[in-house]
């Protein structure tokens, strides 16, 4: 089986489609199924070469983004035809922008069939992004936005059950499979903390709370400083860590100068995968995370597996990681209540070491080889599906309908 991989977003830019593309080829490629990905070129850090099956498309700055960049429209195209002569079984498309539009595309003239993972929450981005435009018709314009190319695909995969249920508040009929990208085995093998401490010239003696993701507005880290206002009353030697880039920087920095917090928050931007990141969890006496948008979560699977005690909200997508038994302390979404579950941790050493066992212990149960597994299953389904169809099928704009209950099944 040959797949054709499609996203607007790749390492070097680092999130959870990164690597959960990342992460699925690599176990695909044990399964038997061969990928090409096709992203942007960035222009830095691109360690990748064709021998990789990463295909890099010439790319544009994003106007008010500096990390991410937009495909040329034209060379996407020239990209995806020069691929065509190698012949791929089904096309997956990881982004809603660009990649979705030229993916579908493709796949409906070559005549084979398209599915889509719904990574992006869009409705609760666009208050963020476009300020200036009225919630309810950002609302209004996303949800139709997202009926419109979940229609345009054979099937869909949520990464989590929760994410499923809302698209198909929104009227989505495609069928979607629930399949989260899992934990490589490499994620388990703890990191470093004083290494870390000493890199980044933290103090040895201040016990850190850590977030790690992207720095954006979505991401409610404005809330996580306001509660760790609260928690300074109780913890006075605590020191907030934030390990990400994004948008939002310049604005938190704004509020920590305000709140004042300066001697005890550090932004440490971007931390190498491999090494620095668990490094990063290591150090930690907490982890702490109050997202609204996320579809998955995939970074608390991340400090679980390297043993942190984890204090979060549970909303969305983080619902379906935070259940009963996985060690982390849910917490409400307000500032005194949240400083609360977290100077109980840092209040209490054996209990934190305690409930990073646990997490560590849940987190194995999240097996990255297994999702594969389930993915690949899910594209044959989709094969099968496309070739029972016949050739009233072939360049037709719509999809041959997978069966909900086989869906279900693979949820």
């Known amino acids: 089986m040959r797949v054709l991989f499609v996203s607007d977003v790749y390492f070097?830019?680092?999130?959870?489609v990164s690597t959960s593309i990342a992460t699925f080829r690599e176990d695909l490629a044990q399964l038997g199924v061969e990928s090409v990905l096709v992203a942007p070129r960035y222009g830095r850090g691109?360690?990748?070469?064709?021998?990789?099956?990463?295909?890099?498309?010439?790319s544009g700055r994003v106007p008010g983004d500096p990390e991410d960049r937009r495909m040329r429209w034209t060379a996407l195209g020239l990209e995806l035809q020069r691929l065509r002569p190698g012949g791929f079984d089904l096309v997956h498309v990881h982004t809603p922008f660009l990649a979705h539009y030229a993916g579908v595309r493709h796949a409906r003239r070559a005549g084979i069939p398209v599915v889509e993972t719904y990574h992006t929450f869009f409705e609760e981005y666009l208050h963020h992004y476009v300020p200036l435009m009225p919630r309810w018709i950002g609302r209004t314009l996303a949800r139709r936005v997202t009926r419109s190319q979940c229609d345009a695909v054979d099937a869909l995969i949520s990464p989590s059950a929760p994410m499923q249920e809302l698209l198909v508040q929104y009227g989505v009929g495609t069928p979607i499979h629930v399949i989260?990208?899992?934990?490589?085995?490499?994620?388990?093998?703890?990191?470093?903390?004083?290494?870390?401490?000493?890199?980044?010239?933290l103090p040895?003696?201040?016990p850190i709370v850590l977030y790690v993701g992207r720095v954006a507005h979505e991401k409610n880290i404005g809330f996580l400083l306001d509660a760790f206002v609260e928690l300074r009353r109780a913890q006075p030697?605590?020191?907030?860590?934030?390990?990400?880039e994004g948008p939002a920087r310049q604005a938190l920095c704004t509020q920590v100068q305000q709140l004042g917090l300066a001697r005890d928050v550090a932004f440490v931007g971007y931390l190498d995968r491999e090494r620095g990141l668990?490094?990063?969890?290591?150090?930690?006496?907490?982890?702490?995370?109050?997202?609204?948008?996320?579809?998955?979560?995939?970074?608390?699977?991340?400090?679980?597996?390297q043993g942190c005690a984890v204090v979060s909200t549970a909303v969305l997508g983080t619902a379906s990681i935070l259940q009963p038994g996985c060690g982390a302390h849910v917490a409400p979404e307000e500032p005194a209540a949240f400083a609360r579950a977290v100077a109980s941790v840092l209040e209490d050493p054996e209990r934190a070491a305690r409930m990073g066992e646990q997490?560590?212990?849940?987190?194995?149960?999240?097996?990255?080889?297994?999702?594969?597994?389930?993915l690949r299953a899910c594209y044959q389904q989709v094969l099968d599906a496309h070739a029972g169809a016949g050739p009233a099928n072939e360049g037709h704009p719509g999809r041959a309908r997978v069966p909900v209950a086989g869906a279900a099944a693979n949820g």
């Open 180 to 201: 989260p990208t899992g934990m490589p085995t490499g994620r388990f093998v703890r990191g470093d903390g004083a290494r870390f401490r000493a890199q980044q010239h």
């Open 46 to 58: 691109e360690a990748d070469a064709a021998a990789d099956g990463v295909v890099r498309v010439p």
């Open 12 to 16: 070097p830019r680092v999130n959870g």
């Open 278 to 305: 668990a490094d990063c969890y290591a150090a930690a006496s907490a982890f702490v995370f109050a997202s609204r948008t996320e579809t998955q979560g995939l970074v608390l699977l991340e400090a679980m597996a």
């Open 204 to 206: 040895v003696d201040r």
């Open 237 to 244: 030697q605590a020191l907030l860590v934030i390990a990400g």
């Open 359 to 374: 997490a560590r212990r849940y987190a194995e149960g999240w097996s990255s080889q297994a999702c594969a597994q389930r």
